[in-house]
């Protein structure tokens, strides 16, 4: 392994923690956390699946941070302002990492596993953009099961502006991928699996997440799976 390389990463990573903590961005434990899936990642599809962490993390903070103040007057701020913490990480960037593992410690399947890592990132970005911004810009709200008209900000509530927004933050992800491990149809695979895994997120709130069967963190994860399986059984079918 190139000790240059290696040292730039973790110089990175480093650095990144830092900001995280000191502007209130992450707890030190989940600067911690992300460090290390950060450095999985690296490993495991270079410094292209760096910038897919860095983007996502990018995006999903100004989404967050994006008019705070009216989201705090409509009920709809983060809880611990915003401050994410480790299990929010692992719930959102932990698949990523495994995915980063597989790819460094099996190369043969490397390949495969880089697409779903992007899938997952794809998936996370769609939901967070979709939530984060959609509450602000959504005109009408509707229960992802009924169709019928809710309310802002529970859980499987979608409108189709919070949808359109997730589809962008899934298409700036998939060319962040292209430009890294080229050009073709992993593109609009990557559309599709990050769309998935945004509806499975929402359908998932709208039922077990609403009924205390599971929580944020765990929806979530499965929100990342879903992308992960949806990219991956795309490229391994019509790849």
């Given at each position: 392994?190139?000790?240059?390389?290696?040292?730039?990463?973790?110089?990175?990573?480093?650095?990144?923690?830092?900001?995280?903590?000191?502007?209130?961005?992450?707890?030190?434990?989940?600067?911690?956390?992300?460090?290390?899936?950060?450095?999985?990642?690296?490993?495991?599809?270079?410094?292209?699946?760096?910038?897919?962490?860095?983007?996502?993390?990018?995006?999903?903070?100004?989404?967050?941070?994006?008019?705070v103040a009216d989201k705090r007057?409509?009920?709809?701020?983060?809880?611990?302002?915003?401050?994410?913490t480790a299990g929010q990480v692992?719930?959102?960037?932990?698949?990523?990492?495994?995915?980063?593992?597989?790819?460094?410690?099996?190369?043969?399947?490397?390949?495969?596993?880089?697409?779903?890592?992007?899938?997952?990132?794809?998936?996370?970005?769609?939901?967070?953009?979709?939530?984060?911004?959609?509450?602000?810009?959504?005109?009408?709200?509707?229960?992802?099961?009924?169709?019928?008209?809710?309310?802002?900000?529970?859980?499987g509530v979608v409108s189709l502006?919070?949808?359109?927004?997730?589809?962008?933050?899934?298409?700036?992800?998939?060319?962040?991928?292209?430009?890294?491990?080229?050009?073709?149809?992993?593109?609009?695979?990557?559309?599709?699996?990050?769309?998935?895994?945004?509806?499975?997120?929402?359908?998932?709130?709208?039922?077990?997440?609403?009924?205390?069967?599971?929580?944020?963190?765990?929806?979530?994860?499965?929100?990342?799976?879903?992308?992960?399986?949806?990219?991956?059984?795309?490229?391994?079918?019509?790849?």
């Open positions: 392994m190139d000790f240059f390389r290696l040292s730039l990463v973790l110089l990175l990573l480093g650095l990144g923690m830092w900001y995280s903590v000191k502007a209130g961005k992450l707890t030190t434990a989940a600067a911690g956390t992300g460090g290390a899936l950060g450095l999985l990642i690296y490993l495991g599809s270079g410094f292209a699946g760096l910038a897919l962490l860095a983007l996502f993390f990018g995006l999903g903070t100004a989404a967050s941070g994006w008019r007057r409509l009920g709809l701020a983060e809880e611990n302002r915003g401050r994410r692992v719930a959102n960037a932990g698949l990523a990492g495994l995915l980063g593992l597989l790819a460094w410690q099996f190369p043969p399947a490397a390949q495969l596993a880089q697409l779903m890592l992007a899938g997952s990132f794809a998936a996370a970005t769609a939901d967070t953009l979709a939530s984060e911004l959609g509450n602000l810009y959504g005109r009408r709200y509707y229960n992802i099961l009924t169709l019928k008209p809710d309310a802002r900000g529970l859980n502006e919070g949808t359109a927004l997730g589809l962008a933050g899934t298409a700036v992800l998939a060319a962040a991928y292209c430009l890294g491990f080229g050009w073709g149809p992993a593109f609009g695979w990557l559309l599709v699996a990050g769309t998935a895994g945004n509806l499975a997120d929402s359908v998932l709130g709208a039922t077990l997440e609403r009924r205390g069967y599971l929580s944020n963190n765990a929806v979530n994860f499965l929100n990342t799976l879903t992308g992960a399986l949806v990219a991956g059984g795309l490229g391994y079918w019509l790849g």
